[in-house]
Structure formats: structure tokens, C-alpha cells
């Protein structure tokens, strides 16, 4: 057979994860024995946003592995337990305080980046910029513009927000390194359930605490929209596992807002923003309970699905 090695484009595409399963399945096989062709992948991984990542954890690691012996041993127990101040006659057990070095600043430091990352990239890129935008437009709308029905445009927009928060924290399409990720034993549906907290965490209370900062004008409250925010995004996670995330959020974000946009345009009589404030009071004053149940409902069947969670990543 005719030796075969790889292109720079065949490289490249194999860092970003646009080349096609079985050929990575074959290119990976090849570069076992393949020096060259080894080389070329890596230079193009390094050029990629997971290049940069893996690059720093390699630099920390080097750093532990070369600190002194002490240090690159890590903790380790006192052979003599170390008793208090006035423990004389007690047994050694039963006051004895083992002494365990501090963390090294390297340590803290990959710790630190460790848990900034397993927060998910939406918290580290554009869509946490978005959640700060629109609260702080609704609030310049109200107080700059004088803008009545600011709080209707948020709460318009509010459920749609942790659901594009899901879309930017789970899958290949947004972490370069998801593949390493799934494969851990935090991986799957645990990995997306951690990050969906952390973007709840931030932008439930971040845009409830805008709405009620803001003029009712005809609009619901501003914490109505939270039991319907939860359910519509267990029902993104819950579709995720058939149809991948950025499908499942496309479908529940913009099914949301054709719900609640489609009968406010089509309606007669009024402004706009007031007939589109009484579509979301009847979305949210008089649905708890069904936006509750929907989230029950999703909650297990999502927990039911959770091996599906193990196959996503073509999705």
C-alpha cells in the first residue's frame, strides 16, 4: 500500500471537529506510528481556543513536577501526631491534629481555573456579556428613555436567556475541549446539569432583581417568569438528549417567543407593548401550576434519558 500522511487542512479540521467520525477514527490510528503526522495535528490543536487551555494545565503540571521533592510529593501525614496544650494524659487519638502543608500558589492557581472552567463556557464568553446587556438596557430604557414598558420586554425575553445559556455551555459547537470532558466520570448529563446551575445561579436572580427594579406598567410580576425560565429549560435539556443541544434550544427558545410575539402582533386595539403584556399574563398568572408540572414532567423524563447524555458529541 501507498504510505499516506496528512494535510494541513485534514489537520486543521480534525482540531476543530468538522472532519467526519470515521475519518478522525483513521487519521487518529495512523498518527500511532506516524511521527509527522503526529507533529502536524498537534501544531494545528495548539492553534485552536483548546490549544491555549491545554497548554496552560500542561505549564502547571510541569511546574508541580519540577518544584522540590517536598512540594512534588504533595501532602502527606506527620509521623507523630501533635497534641495541644494541655491534652497531657489524654490518648494520642483523641486530641492529635495531623499537620498537612498549605496549597502552593500553583496549586490554588490550576484549582481556581479548574473550577472556572468546569463552569461551563457561557459564563466565560459572549453570553454573559448578553445576560448584563439586557438587564442593564432594560434599566437605561426605563430610566434614560423614559420607557414605560421596559419590564414587558424583559420578561419577554427572560425565559429565552438560561435557554441560550444551555446552548453555549454543553456540547462540541461550544467547548473545545468537550470531548476530554464527556469521557470524565463528571462527564454527560452530570457536566450539563452543573453548568445549567451555574447559569440559572447567575441570571434568575440578576433578572428578577432588574424586573423589580422596574415599573409594572401592566406587566406581570417580576418573579412570574421564573417557575416558566425553569421549565423551559429542562425541557431544552430533555430534547438536548434527542436532538443535541443547539437544536433543542433553538426549538424551545423560539417556540417560546412565536407564543407569546405571534398573538401580540396578530391582536387589535392598543400599543403593542400592552397587548404583548397581556399574552405574558396569560403565559404566567394563570399557568404556575401547569409550568411546574411541565417541569416535574421534564425532570424525569431528563433523568430517565441521561445515557443519552454519553452520545452527544455530533450533536
Known amino acids: 500500500m501507498t504510505p499516506w500522511h496528512t494535510s494541513t487542512d485534514l489537520a ?3 482540531a476543530d471537529g468538522s472532519l467526519p467520525e470515521a475519518d478522525a ?5 495512523h498518527m500511532e506510528n506516524c511521527t509527522d503526522c503526529a507533529a502536524r495535528v498537534s501544531a494545528a490543536v495548539r492553534n485552536t481556543a483548546a490549544g491555549a487551555v491545554l497548554a496552560e494545565i500542561r505549564d502547571s503540571v510541569l511546574a508541580e513536577a519540577t ?3 517536598e512540594e512534588a510529593r504533595g501532602p502527606r501525614l506527620t509521623a507523630t501526631p501533635v ?3 494541655g491534652a497531657r494524659g489524654s490518648h494520642p487519638c483523641d486530641s492529635a491534629a495531623w499537620a498537612r502543608p498549605a496549597a502552593t500558589g500553583p496549586q490554588r492557581s490550576l484549582r481556581l481555573r479548574s473550577t472556572l472552567w468546569s463552569l461551563g463556557p457561557a459564563l466565560r464568553g459572549t453570553w454573559l456579556l448578553a445576560l448584563l446587556a439586557v438587564g442593564l438596557g432594560a ?4 430610566r434614560a428613555a423614559g420607557y414605560e414598558s421596559a419590564r414587558t420586554l424583559l420578561l419577554t425575553i427572560a425565559p429565552v436567556v438560561p435557554v441560550a445559556g444551555v446552548a453555549l455551555s454543553y456540547g462540541p459547537h461550544a467547548d473545545p475541549l468537550h470531548e476530554i470532558t464527556a469521557a470524565t466520570p463528571s462527564g454527560g448529563l452530570r457536566l450539563a446539569l452543573i453548568r445549567t446551575a451555574a447559569v440559572l445561579a447567575v441570571s434568575l436572580p440578576l433578572l428578577t432583581l432588574v424586573g423589580a427594579a422596574l ?3 401592566g406587566a406581570p410580576g417580576a418573579a412570574a417568569w421564573l417557575v416558566p425560565g425553569l421549565a423551559l429549560t429542562l425541557g431544552s435539556l430533555t430534547l438536548a438528549s434527542y436532538a443535541g443541544c443547539r437544536t433543542a434550544t433553538a426549538v424551545t427558545g423560539g417556540g417560546w417567543l412565536a407564543v407569546v410575539l405571534v398573538p401580540a402582533v396578530a391582536a387589535h386595539g392598543g400599543p403593542f407593548t400592552t397587548r404583548l403584556a397581556a399574552q405574558l399574563s396569560a403565559r404566567f398568572d394563570g399557568a ?3 409550568w411546574a408540572a411541565a417541569a416535574a414532567g421534564c425532570a424525569v423524563l431528563l433523568v430517565a434519558r441521561r445515557g443519552a447524555y454519553d452520545h452527544l458529541e455530533n450533536r
Open 12 to 14: 486543521t479540521r480534525y
Open 25 to 29: 477514527w483513521s487519521l487518529e490510528k
Open 67 to 69: 518544584a522540590r521533592p
Open 83 to 85: 497534641r495541644p496544650e
Open 139 to 142: 434599566v437605561l430604557l426605563n
Open 215 to 217: 415599573p409594572a406598567s
Open 288 to 290: 404556575q401550576a401547569g
